[in-house]
């Protein structure tokens, strides 16, 4: 997979506050080691075109002792 911005991506991206900016690039680094992670859901942006986002989920993990 191809990953590609715009312009008009970045002037969005350094308008958030810097914690949603540090969660956005651990989820970009998460979908570049592992594009098949659990916590990541692709999105069709237009049918007609072979574009996606991606949105990530916290995952709750339980350990259960019987």
């Known amino acids: 997979m191809k990953s590609q911005t715009t312009p008009s991506f970045w ?4 308008a958030l506050p810097t914690e949603i900016r540090e969660r956005a690039r651990h989820a970009y680094q998460l ?8 916590s990541l859901f692709f999105k069709r ?20 002792d019987y």
């Open 11 to 14: 002037k969005h991206y350094w």
């Open 45 to 64: 942006v237009k049918e007609n075109q072979p574009v996606y986002s991606i949105r990530r989920i916290g995952l709750a993990i339980e350990h259960w």
């Open 31 to 38: 979908w570049r080691t592992n594009p098949a992670h659990l």
